[in-house]
């Protein structure tokens, strides 16, 4: 601040007022802003920003939507919490921080709930793995079952519903017919 | 009126607990007038409970504010449509409208079933009544809708904003009525248990009942899901919450039994499996509504912590054990009458079907529940969300799709290599086809390559089937292929309208996968200002903003913003999305300001307009568009699911062989008759 002199800080000021003022000439007040939910600040280009996106996708919002923060701030547009966690991202990239450094401060200051997948280690690892587990063991007796059922199937004499004087001419022409059916 | 509506919740309780008693000792007993007396009671507790309904909405329509459910739920102002929604928009009018229905279903069953199917009544109507009575002591002792306020207000409190919507009209009571509905299937198990006669004929009796239940699901889980879309404004219409899983749990476990108890039917197995999935749907459906009920998981669903939630968690521990203790007692009953031949066979690939599904519905629970299960065990707080479902699920579900196409191919009892060469080649050609074609498109993502490649093998499948049966009706009766596929949908509908079902399924699978592609972003723009946002399928669309006007409606202030949209810089259309400040009678604000989405629909891609909200008061707007693929295909596949489904259940149409204990032999599916030869 220092730097700029009291002539540039007015010109600055009055630029930024008559940009303001400008804006709200240009885009004209409405009846009852009240009525239009919560004020919103300009978009910017961290908004939009894809890797910002994507670290919020990660992280639950802490309003108890179970929605993350990307989600919940631009869902309703009236969590008070979202917009928040929102800055608190952009604040932690803005120092340089990599996106798994972010996540691991939002851990570290509100807990694993902060995710919205729980970190795969140590009990974690029975919620993502149980039910893979569960399917293949399941998947194991049933095989293991199937097996059993059609040894004893094959050690007990076929019964047919076919009178037993079918001739091998008429029991062929009954699998010429299967056939045509399954053709 | 209120007086004569908690008159009738009482008298439904007597009667409902007489209904219970009479309904067990005269099954049990073998005395005909106490059975005759269950009978009766089904239909007096339908009655009793109309008159609450009854009373409950005159008391609505009357503004009867005096009625704590009323004043909290509706106000003066609000329109006629979402008036008869109230009913069942909050806690205690909702256990009302289930008793009610269920206490239909229940005289229903008692009026309709056929006579043969007699012996297991007495058991069914003491099973209805019993679940009816507990939702109804839920009702008297902690939840009642007839309770009074201590004064009476000028004006409600309004509906929750986001429940003045069609799809909320219609989303729940279906997916009650779904919940509702498995009580009948629920009740002829718990018969056919208590009564030995355990055979295919309570099978019978249950099948419509089950396929009506799935149907009512099906409906409900589409209806939430565009309730979810086009009311809550965050772009998509499945975010695996608590609730949504709560649904479709007993949604996979009746698809399970739907394709189960076709073996059962046509060979006698599974007796124990099929009576397992009716029970546990059951038991899961009860779940459900205990999660929604009790606050036990955060969830935007949920209804209000109450003390409802100990009344359903003590029903469900008693109702397991219960079943539990019943089901195993009976096991050296529920013996196969027929052998497994080979693990290529139908039967073996729906047993394979059956894990699959039994395998989603675990990990969905599994999930739902973890959150829980980690605090009790580590005391660590976590949270379960969409990361995690799509990550166990979405391999599950494409393995389940396959088995989709898989199923039909292979025939009953034992397959020969031959005929799996002749059965899977056009199907799989398609698929291995769709795939190249996807590639060459330049589609990489791994997940949508799968779910339309295979769906593209299941369609072959479909396809191949209807071709096969027409080329045979055309063969033999010389009926043209049009015809043909008509006389195939009426002659053999479960068949048929199953295949069309399976059409359903790929069409929901592809438009999931279209998610994968969706675009999106934010802009802040004045009168005139435009955004662009380049979609997926390679066009630009161009959002202009008009402006914004304000106005007042019947119970609301609107704020709307009027967008013109251009594809490629041609004109398309507008949109309008608003923001919705609610208002009593009295002006008052009643909920904190909502969102109305703007939606362009059409067969590639939805654009999805959110109006955020206004910089400085001004008409300057922060807008959210977002382009999302497909998703008319997820509607339209809920409109064929739900067809499909219509042609299974519509009565008549298919004989369908029943493997009864007394029939000798196991049976293959086709029947032919031998002519003499010329």
């Known amino acids: 601040m220092s730097d700029i002199s009291r002539r540039g800080f007015l010109a600055a000021a009055l630029a930024t007022a008559g940009a303001v003022i400008q ?6 007040r409405v009846y009852d802003p009240d009525r239009a939910g919560r004020a919103q600040t300009p ?11 994507a670290i919020e996708k990660k992280l639950r919002c802490t309003c108890g939507c179970g929605l993350d923060i990307y989600t919940c701030r631009t869902t309703d547009f009236q969590c008070t919490y979202s917009p928040g966690l929102h800055q608190e ?27 919205m997948a729980p970190p795969k280690r140590g009990f974690n690892l029975a919620g993502y793995f149980v039910p893979s587990i569960a399917i293949i063991a399941a998947a194991a007796i049933l095989v293991r079952a199937l097996r059993r059922w059609t040894r004893e199937a094959a050690a007990v004499p076929v019964r047919t519903t076919l009178p037993p004087t079918a001739t091998p001419e008429e029991l062929e022409r009954l699998q010429r017919e299967l056939d045509r059916l399954d053709a | 009126m209120p007086l004569l509506g908690h008159l009738s919740l009482w008298v439904a309780f007597l009667v409902g607990l007489w209904g219970a008693i009479t309904g067990f000792v005269g099954g049990a007993r073998g005395r005909g007038d106490l059975q005759q007396s ?29 009625l704590q459910y009323v004043a909290s739920r509706t106000s003066r102002n609000l329109p006629t449509f979402y008036l008869w929604s109230a009913l069942y928009s909050g806690q205690e009018g909702s256990l009302l409208f289930w008793a009610a229905v269920l206490s239909l279903f229940g ?13 297991y009544l007495p058991y069914v109507a003491a099973v209805t009544s019993l679940v009816a009575t507990f939702f109804i002591s839920v009702m008297l002792f902690a939840a009642n809708p007839f309770q009074r306020l201590p004064f009476t207000p000028l004006d409600g409190q309004g509906m929750n904003p986001q429940l003045q919507n069609p799809g909320m009209v219609f989303h729940p009571p279906m997916l009650y009525l779904g919940y509702i509905s498995i009580t009948i299937p629920f009740a002829f198990a718990i018969a056919a248990l208590l009564t030995k006669k355990l055979d295919a004929e309570w099978l019978v009796a249950v099948r419509k009942w089950a396929i009506l239940s799935w149907l009512f699901l099906s409906i409900g889980l589409i209806l939430g899901m565009w309730w979810a879309y086009v009311e809550l404004g965050w772009g998509g219409y499945w975010a695996w919450d608590p609730v949504e899983n709560a649904a479709l749990l007993p949604w996979l476990v009746l698809t399970a039994f739907l394709h189960s108890v076709m073996i059962q039917e046509k060979r006698g197995m599974l007796k124990k499996w099929n009576l397992a999935l009716i029970l546990g749907a059951w038991l899961l459906s009860i779940f459900g509504t205990f999660l929604t009920r009790s606050g036990v998981i955060a969830s935007v669903h949920s209804f209000t912590e109450s003390p409802v939630g100990h009344f359903f968690l003590w029903f469900l521990l008693f109702a397991a054990a219960a079943t539990a203790v ?14 497994l031949e080979s693990m290529v066979s139908r039967e073996a690939s729906f047993l394979f079907n059956n894990l699959l599904l039994i395998g989603i519905a675990f990990s969905v629970l599994w999930g739902t529940l973890f959150p829980i299960l980690s605090e009790a065990v580590k005391g660590t707080k976590i949270t379960v969300g969409p990361p995690f479902f799509n990550q166990v699920n979405v391999p599950l579900g494409l393995a389940l799709l396959a088995m989709t196409g898989v199923g039909p191919l292979i025939a009953w009892r034992r397959a020969s290599i031959p005929n799996l060469q002749r059965q899977f080649a056009v199907p799989l050609t398609t698929g291995v086809f769709v795939l190249l074609i996807l590639l060459v498109a330049g589609v990489r993502d791994f997940g949508a390559l799968m779910a339309i490649s295979i769906g593209g093998f299941v369609l072959g499948t479909v396809v191949q089937e209807f071709a096969r049966g027409a080329r045979a009706r055309h063969r033999q009766y010389g009926e043209p292929t049009p015809y043909a596929i008509v006389q195939l949908l009426a002659r053999n509908r479960r068949r048929y309208g199953g295949y069309i079902v399976h059409v359903a399924i790929v069409l929901l699978f592809v438009a999931f996968a279209g998610m994968a592609f969706k675009t999106e972003t934010e802009a802040t723009l004045r009168p005139g200002e435009s955004a662009e946002l380049k979609g997926r399928d390679g066009h630009v669309y161009t959002f202009t903003h008009l402006g914004i006007s304000q106005y007042n409606a019947l119970n609301r202030q609107v704020t709307a913003a009027l967008i013109d949209v251009r594809r490629d810089g041609k004109a398309i259309g507008r949109l309008r999305t608003e923001k919705r400040q609610h208002v009593n009678a009295l002006g008052n604000k009643t909920f904190e300001p909502s969102t109305e989405v703007g939606i362009m629909s059409g067969l590639r891609v939805d654009l999805y307009v959110v109006l955020a909200g206004l910089v400085n008061g001004t008409e300057q707007a922060v ?11 997820v509607w339209f596949g809920g409109f064929v699911l739900v067809i499909g489904g219509l042609i299974v259940l519509w009565p008549g149409g298919a004989p369908v062989a029943i493997k009864g204990s007394k029939a000798p032999f196991a049976q293959a599916g086709y029947a032919v008759k031998l002519e003499p030869q010329a």
Do not use: M
């Open chain 1, 43 to 53: 978009i910017t280009a961290a908004d939009n920003d894809a890797r910002i996106q």
């Open chain 1, 23 to 28: 804006d709200t000439v240009r885009a004209g």
């Open chain 2, 38 to 66: 269950a009978r009766h009671a089904t239909f007096a507790l339908c009655g009793a409970l109309a008159v609450a309904v009854l009373c409950l909405e005159v008391a609505i329509f009357r503004h009867d504010f005096s």
């Open chain 2, 107 to 119: 005289a229903l069953v008692q009026a309709l079933t056929s006579r043969r199917h007699r012996a």
């Open chain 2, 623 to 633: 807008f959210r568009f977002t382009i999302n693929p497909l998703v008319w295909w």
């Open chain 2, 326 to 339: 019943l089901y195993v007692t009976r096991l050296p009953l529920l013996e196969a009458e027929a052998k």
């Open chain 1, 89 to 115: 991202v952009l604040r932690l990239t803005g120092r340089g921080k990599t996106a798994q450094q972010v996540i691991d401060e939002f851990v570290a200051q509100y807990g694993q709930a902060a995710l």
